[in-house]
C-alpha cells in the first residue's frame, strides 16, 4: 500500500511534511474521491501522482472532504474495501478502522485551512 504525502510552504519557506496511513490513502482510491475531486476541479490527481493544489480549488477540496469527514462520523467502526488484485485475480481486501480515517481527514482539512489562509500551494504525492 502506498502512503499519500502532501507538504505546505511554511512562513520561512521550508516544506511542511505530512501524510495519510496507507490504509485511509487506499480507501479515497478505492472509493473513487480522487476520480470525482478532478471531474469537478480538472486536476490530475491520481496515485503514484503528484499535483498541485492553490486558491479556489483549495476551498473545494476542503468542501469535499469535510462531506467524507462527516459520513465517516455516521459509519460504522471500520471500513472494509477492495484495494486491488493479485495476480491470480483474487481481491486484495483492506479493512479500515474509521477512527483513523477520521483523524487523517481531519488533519489534511486543517492543513488545506492554513494553506488557504495564507494563500499557499500544496502539493500532493499520491
Request: proline share 1%.
Amino acid at each position: 500500500m502506498q502512503t499519500s504525502r502532501y507538504s505546505i510552504e511554511k512562513d520561512d519557506g521550508s516544506l511542511e511534511r505530512k501524510a495519510l496511513s496507507p490504509e485511509t490513502s487506499e480507501w479515497l482510491f478505492a472509493k473513487g474521491f480522487w476520480r470525482e475531486v478532478n471531474l469537478r476541479l480538472h486536476t490530475l490527481f491520481d496515485q503514484y501522482e503528484e499535483d498541485w493544489i492553490a486558491g479556489e480549488n483549495l476551498a473545494a477540496l476542503i468542501e469535499a472532504l469535510e462531506s467524507e469527514l462527516h459520513a465517516l462520523s455516521q459509519g460504522d467502526e471500520f471500513i472494509e474495501f477492495v484495494r486491488g488484485w493479485d495476480s491470480s485475480h483474487r481481491e486484495l481486501r483492506c479493512k479500515l478502522r474509521v477512527s483513523v480515517a477520521i483523524d487523517d481527514l481531519k488533519e489534511l482539512i486543517s492543513t488545506l485551512k492554513v494553506a488557504e489562509q495564507r494563500q499557499a500551494t500544496v502539493l500532493f504525492e499520491l
